[in-house]
């Protein structure tokens, strides 16, 4: 599972700290998330799309593989 | 509570623990160490609970399930394992074949035998060496799910 979150991020000038901070989560959380390692559940992901003000589709990009 | 508090606490209970279960051994009586750790938990439990300030990660949560549940597979294989040599162990003549000695054979016949050189036949030892393997087992996998799950601490670029 792909996503932006980086961008999202260096969109919005927040550190992984923060985001972390914000959603609830640790920075590890966060970490493991923008290296596609860890794919978060789907409450996670709503609230990371909703705390850049985008949907869900604009943030996680789901991959033939993943669907496997 | 916060959380160091709480760290106090388990520090206190352990050591306390410790005491009750020294008395245990020097009254010859299980009932104070029984009872005390039972209290000991409840006491952890109830204090954990009004801990504040403890972030419910759910990538922790999933690598703590993933890990119990994996030592759970392995422990129950193991002791499966060794409670179906028990029952041979203790119970061939049931089924009218020669027996090795029992524990209780052993302690009135040959003691010295079962309290000096072979300590690890009592029963309790073998159940702190599961609980201990219980533990080592969880910690290994938590590392591993940990390194899996990706969330080393990188600088930020």
Redo the contacts between chains.
């Keep these: 599972m792909k996503n932006s979150i980086k961008v999202f991020r260096a969109k919005a000038n927040i550190t992984q700290e923060q985001l972390a901070t914000a959603l609830g989560v640790y920075r590890q959380t966060i970490i493991a998330i923008e290296k596609s390692k860890y794919v978060p559940s789907l409450t996670l992901a709503f609230k990371i799309a909703r705390h850049f003000n985008v949907n869900v589709e604009e943030i996680f990009e789901c991959e033939e593989s993943d669907l496997k | 509570m916060k959380q160091n508090s709480f760290y106090i606490l388990t520090g206190l209970v352990v050591t306390a623990l410790v005491g009750i279960f020294w008395l245990s051994l020097e009254w010859n009586n299980a009932l104070p160490i029984q009872i005390g750790f039972i209290i000991g938990v409840i006491i952890l439990y109830l204090a954990r609970s009004r801990v504040v300030g403890i972030?419910?990660?759910?990538?922790?949560i999933?690598i703590s399930q993933k890990a119990a549940f994996h030592t759970l597979e392995i422990l129950w294989v193991v002791f499966f394992t060794f409670s179906l040599g028990f029952i041979v162990w203790t119970s061939s003549n049931f089924f009218g074949l020669e027996r090795t000695p029992t524990f209780r054979y052993m302690r009135e016949h040959n003691p010295t035998d079962m309290v000096f050189g072979r300590p690890f036949l009592n029963p309790g030892f073998i159940q702190l060496l599961f609980l201990c393997m219980i533990i080592f087992l969880y910690v290994g996998f938590k590392f591993y799910y940990e390194r899996?799950?990706?969330?080393?601490?990188?600088d930020?670029?």
């Design positions: 972030i419910a990660d759910e990538r922790s999933a899996k799950y990706g969330g080393e601490d990188t930020e670029e």
